[in-house]
Each structure stands twice: as structure tokens, then as C-alpha cells.
């Protein structure tokens, strides 16, 4: 039988299995694309069903959360926290609270986890987590009910060896706070049960910098293999939350310059380049202010693109940092008109099948989220350590780190990806992840 039709096969009984989650059967045919081809050449994985297991949760947890708002009004939002995988470590992975989330969202989510979190060489497992929550427009004090009530609930099913939380988009530093106290509150003890908490309270140095950081160091390190680097190059960057900014500070330290950014309203476009005044600038309106990027084309005197994303832009290196499937085909094509030859993606699947397909054809240095976002969860898993030592390392040491795992995933996708002068990442990616689970479970017998 071709590879396509086993592609095809397999994925029509994932389709019937999960019906109605479009976003998981996309991140699983992504996948299965390039693991099938591996498992014909490796059949003990075949044999033992590893990419069926790895497809299917090994627990799914549903739940309502009720809350009151500011008026007192009963508020009611779903809840969910998916265990996919724990062959190599405790269940890891983020929250998410955005209106647009579901269980399919969250199955996307935690499936690319389980590959991510096994690339970091680091010992997690993956999950996922969230609610349909909307924490924009919220006064602290409904987001605060909202966190407890959220957390009176998944408190009984998490802990620091089965299941380790973190955030993820509308999850910051404050919904990690309110999380954790009511966490503690409930079960008496002082553990690392959420990542990305507060430096005075268990928190790491460069947690919050670590996936726009690492996106970036990822980006380098795929210029690297053709003799270049990020000196000099114009950079297009979506969303302006944690992962954009992060990622905005590090590109511009390390000689590039930022031209866009953006939210679900629309794109800035500053030619002048975002230096670190004018990132300040975006931090105090987005972290304190929570306001919309719209000001900053007010305050710079710059372009804003009601509606758009930056795609259209032209530049060398484009980071999507924002959402799912917020690059598509035409957007990718676009890109690569206007000279772009790399895409770092910080955000978890932003570029659409099609233009997957665009940027492979063009042979362009493409860094797929499970690479190249990986350096967020990897931080996560060192504030782990320094949490069960009782210990926190310095700036310097963390960053370092930080940039070693980089370089290492880097490394993986490299050795099974390259064919020929070209280094396939996504194929390298996903073989170098599946492989170090897919032996776990083997091991492990069929739990
Ligand atoms: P934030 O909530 O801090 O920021 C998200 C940004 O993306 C905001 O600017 C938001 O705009 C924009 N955005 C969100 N949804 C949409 C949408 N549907 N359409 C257009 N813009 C949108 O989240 P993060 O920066 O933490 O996460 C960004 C991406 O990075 C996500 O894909 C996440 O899964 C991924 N990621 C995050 C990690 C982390 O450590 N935080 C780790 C690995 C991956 P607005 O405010 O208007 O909604």
C-alpha cells in the first residue's frame, strides 16, 4: 500500500474517533505524515500500536467552573485538563483561557506537547489545559474568583509528580499567582505545582523570557547551518504578548531589527525597528495597562493595520508568535515573494498545512513550533529542579542552559532530518520526539 494511502487510512480513524476536532486531526496528520514512512522502517513501533496509544489521552478531565462576577452574577465557563502522555515524566504543559478554546484545541495542544516536552531532553511528560474563560475586559478581581473557582477544581487532579501546569496564552504571571494560592490554600503544602511562578515564591529567572528567547536562539542556530545569523536581518513578528515580546527584546539584542507586532485587532508596522524604549513601551501597555497595540501606531506615529496580520511585510525572518493557523497559504506565499528564507514559530501550530507546503517547496529554513517554542516548557522543567532542590540559579546559568537545549534541539532535528544540503525540521522534529517516548512505552509494557 503507498504511504499516503496508510497516511490516510490511519487518519480516517483518528477523524471517526475524534469527531468535530479539526485542530487535532490537523497536528496529528502533521505528524503521522512523517512517523508512518519512520515505523515501516522500524515496524517494532507498527507492531506495538505506539502512534495509536500516542493519539488517544490517557485521561481527560471536564469540568464547570462557576464563578461570581463584579455584580454578582453567577458566571458559568468549561474547564479541561488533558493527561496525554507520562512515559518519560509527569504529565507538563500549559493553560489556556481564551474563548476559542475546546477540547479539540486542547487535544492539539497536548499531543504536540508530549513530541515538544521529549525534545527538550528533559524527563516530562505532556498536557495540556484551559478554559473558554476570556480574562480580557475582567477586573483582577473576577479573574482572581475565576482562577479559584478554576482551581478548586483541578487542584485534586495535579501535583508536583503527576501533573505540573503552567500558562499559556491568557495565563500570565497574575492567573499563575491566584492559581497557585488557592492550590496551596487547598492542600496545605508549598510545592512546584504550577511553572512560571513569581521569583520571590519558586518562580525561575528567564521563565517568562524562555520561549521567545529560545525561538530566537533557534532561529539563529538554523542560520548558522547556512553561514548567516540574525545581525542585520528585518524580522516580522505576530501577537505582543509574552512570546512576542520576549522574542522582540532578544531578536534586536542580537543585531536584528523587529518591524511588526501585533493582537487579534490588527498589526503595527514601525520601519524604524521596536528597540528597547519602545518594547517597554508595549510591556507597560500590555502587561499593566492591558491595552490594545492600536496605541502604540498612536504614541510612534506609525502604521496600524486594522484587521491584518503582518504577513504582507516585507523581511527576511518572520516569527508568528500569536495563535494557530495564523499564516496561511496565501500569506505564505506572500512571504517568500518578498524575500523571507526563515520562520521561527514561537506560537504552537500558527502556520496552516498549505503553507507548511510553501515554505517546504521553497526549501526555507522553517523552525516548526515543537522545535523551535520548546525553550518555554524546557525552563519550565528547570524551574522544576530548582523547585525540588529547594535552590535558584542565577540569570546566567538558566539562560545558558537555556541555549545549550536549544542547540541540542536543534541538533536532534538536524541528524533526522537532513536529506542531502537540506534539514527537513519537521520531519527532524517529529522522529527525534517520537522516538524517546514511543521506546519508554515499549518498555513499559501495554499500559
Ligand atoms: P499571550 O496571551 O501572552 O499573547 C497572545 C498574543 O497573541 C496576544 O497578542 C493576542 O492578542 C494574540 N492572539 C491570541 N489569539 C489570537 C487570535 N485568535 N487572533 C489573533 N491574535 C491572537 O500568549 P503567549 O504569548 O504566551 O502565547 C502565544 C503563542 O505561543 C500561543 O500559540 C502559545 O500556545 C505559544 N506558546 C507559549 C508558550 C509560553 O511559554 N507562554 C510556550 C510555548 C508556546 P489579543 O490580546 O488581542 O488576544
Redesign the pocket.
Same mark, same amino acid.
Given at each position: 500500500m503507498a504511504l499516503e494511502q496508510k497516511v490516510n487510512d490511519f487518519m480516517a480513524k483518528i477523524i471517526a474517533k475524534n469527531p468535530g476536532e479539526a485542530e487535532f486531526h490537523q497536528a496529528v496528520h502533521e505528524v503521522a505524515e512523517t512517523i508512518i514512512p519512520y515505523m515501516e522502517e522500524n515496524p517494532i513501533y507498527k507492531e506495538n500500536k505506539i502512534l495509536e496509544r500516542i493519539a488517544e489521552p490517557e485521561r481527560v478531565i471536564l469540568f464547570r467552573v462557576p464563578w461570581l462576577d463584579d455584580k454578582g452574577e453567577i458566571q458559568l465557563n468549561k474547564a479541561y485538563r488533558i493527561e496525554m502522555n507520562s512515559a518519560i515524566g509527569p504529565y507538563k504543559g500549559?493553560l489556556?483561557f481564551?474563548p476559542?478554546v475546546n477540547l479539540g484545541v486542547l487535544k492539539f495542544?497536548a499531543f504536540e506537547q508530549v513530541l515538544k516536552n521529549s525534545l527538550t531532553t528533559l524527563p516530562m511528560g505532556g498536557g495540556k489545559g484551559g478554559s473558554d474563560f476570556d480574562p480580557?475586559g475582567k477586573t483582577d478581581n473576577e479573574v482572581m474568583r475565576f482562577c479559584q473557582s478554576f482551581m478548586t477544581e483541578l487542584c485534586r487532579h495535579i501535583g508536583p509528580n503527576t501533573d505540573i501546569p503552567?500558562?499559556?496564552?491568557?495565563?500570565?504571571g497574575r492567573e499563575i499567582g491566584f492559581m497557585y494560592g488557592q492550590y496551596k490554600r487547598i492542600r496545605n503544602e508549598f510545592t512546584g505545582v504550577l511553572t512560571?511562578k513569581g521569583r520571590e515564591w519558586g518562580g525561575s529567572l528567564i521563565?517568562p523570557e524562555?520561549?521567545?528567547y529560545g525561538a530566537t536562539y533557534f532561529a539563529e542556530y538554523m542560520l548558522n547551518t547556512r553561514g548567516d545569523s540574525l545581525k542585520g536581518k528585518v524580522v516580522t513578528i505576530?501577537?505582543?504578548? *509574552?512570546? /512576542?515580546?520576549y522574542a522582540c527584546e532578544k531578536v534586536t539584542d542580537m543585531g536584528g531589527k523587529v518591524v511588526t507586532?501585533?493582537?487579534?485587532?490588527g498589526f503595527i508596522h514601525d520601519p524604524a525597528g521596536i528597540d528597547a524604549e519602545k518594547l517597554a513601551f508595549v510591556m507597560h501597555l500590555?502587561n499593566v495597562k492591558r491595552g490594545?497595540?492600536k496605541e502604540y501606531a498612536d504614541k510612534y506615529n506609525c502604521e496600524f493595520h486594522e484587521g491584518k496580520?503582518p504577513w504582507g511585510i516585507k523581511c527576511d525572518v518572520a516569527m508568528p *508568535?500569536?495563535?494557530?493557523n495564523?499564516v496561511n497559504e496565501e500569506e505564505a506565499k506572500t512571504l517568500i515573494a518578498n524575500g523571507c528564507f526563515v520562520v521561527s514559530e514561537? /506560537? *504552537?501550530?500558527?502556520s496552516a498545512p498549505e503553507a507548511i507546503e510553501v515554505y517546504s517547496k521553497a526549501k526555507i529554513l522553517y523552525g516548526l513550533?515543537k522545535a523551535a *517554542? /520548546?525553550?518555554?516548557?524546557a525552563v519550565?522543567g528547570l524551574e522544576m529542579s530548582q523547585n525540588s532542590l529547594r535552590l535558584s540559579w542565577t540569570r546566567e546559568e538558566v539562560d545558558s542552559r537555556l541555549k545549550q537545549i536549544m542547540k541540542d534541539i536543534h541538533e536532534t532535528c538536524v541528524k533526522y532530518g537532513k536529506e542531502g544540503d537540506y534539514i527537513d525540521y519537521v520531519k527532524g522534529a517529529n522522529i527525534g520526539g517520537f522516538v524517546k517516548v514511543a521506546d519508554a512505552m515499549l518498555a513499559q509494557g501495554v499500559v
Amino acid at each position: 500500500m503507498a504511504l499516503e494511502q496508510k497516511v490516510n487510512d490511519f487518519m480516517a480513524k483518528i477523524i471517526a474517533k475524534n469527531p468535530g476536532e479539526a485542530e487535532f486531526h490537523q497536528a496529528v496528520h502533521e505528524v503521522a505524515e512523517t512517523i508512518i514512512p519512520y515505523m515501516e522502517e522500524n515496524p517494532i513501533y507498527k507492531e506495538n500500536k505506539i502512534l495509536e496509544r500516542i493519539a488517544e489521552p490517557e485521561r481527560v478531565i471536564l469540568f464547570r467552573v462557576p464563578w461570581l462576577d463584579d455584580k454578582g452574577e453567577i458566571q458559568l465557563n468549561k474547564a479541561y485538563r488533558i493527561e496525554m502522555n507520562s512515559a518519560i515524566g509527569p504529565y507538563k504543559g500549559g493553560l489556556r483561557f481564551h474563548p476559542t478554546v475546546n477540547l479539540g484545541v486542547l487535544k492539539f495542544l497536548a499531543f504536540e506537547q508530549v513530541l515538544k516536552n521529549s525534545l527538550t531532553t528533559l524527563p516530562m511528560g505532556g498536557g495540556k489545559g484551559g478554559s473558554d474563560f476570556d480574562p480580557k475586559g475582567k477586573t483582577d478581581n473576577e479573574v482572581m474568583r475565576f482562577c479559584q473557582s478554576f482551581m478548586t477544581e483541578l487542584c485534586r487532579h495535579i501535583g508536583p509528580n503527576t501533573d505540573i501546569p503552567a500558562g499559556d496564552i491568557g495565563v500570565g504571571g497574575r492567573e499563575i499567582g491566584f492559581m497557585y494560592g488557592q492550590y496551596k490554600r487547598i492542600r496545605n503544602e508549598f510545592t512546584g505545582v504550577l511553572t512560571g511562578k513569581g521569583r520571590e515564591w519558586g518562580g525561575s529567572l528567564i521563565r517568562p523570557e524562555a520561549t521567545g528567547y529560545g525561538a530566537t536562539y533557534f532561529a539563529e542556530y538554523m542560520l548558522n547551518t547556512r553561514g548567516d545569523s540574525l545581525k542585520g536581518k528585518v524580522v516580522t513578528i505576530s501577537g505582543s504578548g *509574552n512570546v /512576542a515580546q520576549y522574542a522582540c527584546e532578544k531578536v534586536t539584542d542580537m543585531g536584528g531589527k523587529v518591524v511588526t507586532l501585533s493582537d487579534s485587532s490588527g498589526f503595527i508596522h514601525d520601519p524604524a525597528g521596536i528597540d528597547a524604549e519602545k518594547l517597554a513601551f508595549v510591556m507597560h501597555l500590555k502587561n499593566v495597562k492591558r491595552g490594545r497595540i492600536k496605541e502604540y501606531a498612536d504614541k510612534y506615529n506609525c502604521e496600524f493595520h486594522e484587521g491584518k496580520r503582518p504577513w504582507g511585510i516585507k523581511c527576511d525572518v518572520a516569527m508568528p *508568535n500569536a495563535t494557530q493557523n495564523e499564516v496561511n497559504e496565501e500569506e505564505a506565499k506572500t512571504l517568500i515573494a518578498n524575500g523571507c528564507f526563515v520562520v521561527s514559530e514561537g /506560537a *504552537n501550530m500558527p502556520s496552516a498545512p498549505e503553507a507548511i507546503e510553501v515554505y517546504s517547496k521553497a526549501k526555507i529554513l522553517y523552525g516548526l513550533g515543537k522545535a523551535a *517554542n /520548546a525553550g518555554g516548557v524546557a525552563v519550565s522543567g528547570l524551574e522544576m529542579s530548582q523547585n525540588s532542590l529547594r535552590l535558584s540559579w542565577t540569570r546566567e546559568e538558566v539562560d545558558s542552559r537555556l541555549k545549550q537545549i536549544m542547540k541540542d534541539i536543534h541538533e536532534t532535528c538536524v541528524k533526522y532530518g537532513k536529506e542531502g544540503d537540506y534539514i527537513d525540521y519537521v520531519k527532524g522534529a517529529n522522529i527525534g520526539g517520537f522516538v524517546k517516548v514511543a521506546d519508554a512505552m515499549l518498555a513499559q509494557g501495554v499500559v
